[in-house]
């Protein structure tokens, strides 16, 4: 097939070569010199300007109409300045685009090439640089400093009693975490991400997890270095990988064992946590209410864009990033306005992060605050409080901190 192919092109070519020749003979045969372009031609082509012209400025009010309104009414508050920024500049740039473009063409035909027309020699006027200084200039300061404004306004500090949401990204979906009643997310570490603690988020139990599954981890390459010591059935080579595995967990067991306790409101940063909830497959929100986003990412930097919001924003592993927003029009609302029932407002990854960056999708869910409440009421907390009376559950308590403090020194 690729043969037939690679066949047909090359044969094409030499038609075409052919055809050249032929075309070239038979100009020589009427006498002409081939770079002689008859006045109808040259008219022709003239004309054809114009005609392309009307055809560009067609198609472009054609795509305009048909795709310039792909979203729906903007369902947070912030998202109607983000409009009206849009609309401001899309406007400037289409009566520009218009005057540009038609001189570009009129001229083009205008000045089409005719017998004993001269250019005329203008080398400078003070008047026009002025004018093409200036003008541009003063729109591009107005374009600057009005998307300023906007932008320092949908991106300045949230109210204090705005609902804190970590939005968590890793290749290749989302999880939510609420920080419950404390209001105060508990403290993560990279250092203990795992499968079954793929936030990192810090707890006791979690430190001693995988402390133990470091120190197993050590416990079983340094048996195989020692017995190869005596028999020394394996390769040097494979004896450094081993030495510098058991380096390398060495090193994250003393990252683990650096992570500290600190006070927050009485409690510890991991205690902080346990009323934490942590939600996959869909966000829930309540309307008219300031959300405050943390964004945070495990692997590569993906990005936040939740379209109905116009809202959107990088996630960058190791820097947190945040942007407020206070949606306006509830899931229910907006299937009304739409006549879909079928609608729901979606967070997508619009950085281009990997092989099933396509699909890196969350539902979001925008709700009245008495649905919103019910709902997160009904989600799991990272750790249930003791059932047990108090003096027990203080008693396991200061047991577990005991153990962790001994793991710590190391
Ligand atoms: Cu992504």
Known sequence: MKLLIILIVVL????????????????????????????????????????????????TIYLYIKYGNYLPESASEHGVAVDQLMLVNIAMITVIFFIVNFFLFYFAWKYQYKKGNKAKFFAHDNRLEMLWTLVPGVTLAFIIVYGLITWNAITGPASADAI????????????????????????????????????GLISAEGIREKLEEIEGDIENLESQIKANESDHLLPESYVKSLEDRVYRLKRHKQRIMDLDETEVNGLSTWETGFDDKVVKGEMHIPVNKEIEFIFRSQDVIHSAYMPHFRAQMNTVPGTPTRFKMKPTITTAEMRNKLGDSNFDYILLCNKVCGAAHFNMQMKIVVETEEEYNAWLAAQKVVKAPETEDEGDSADAETEKKDTVTTAMKP
Do not use: C, H
């Open 12 to 59: 094409a070519i030499i038609a075409i070569a052919q055809l050249t020749k032929v075309y070239e003979m038979s100009r020589s045969l009427r006498k002409n010199k081939e770079e002689d372009i008859p006045a109808a031609d040259n008219k022709m082509n003239a004309s054809l300007w114009l005609v392309w012209m009307f055809v560009f400025f067609f198609a």
């Open 164 to 199: 804190q949401i970590e939005v968590y990204s890793r290749q290749f979906d989302w999880t939510v975490r609420y920080s419950g009643d404390d209001k105060t997310f508990g403290a993560s570490s990279f250092n203990l991400i795992s499968s079954s603690n793929p936030l």
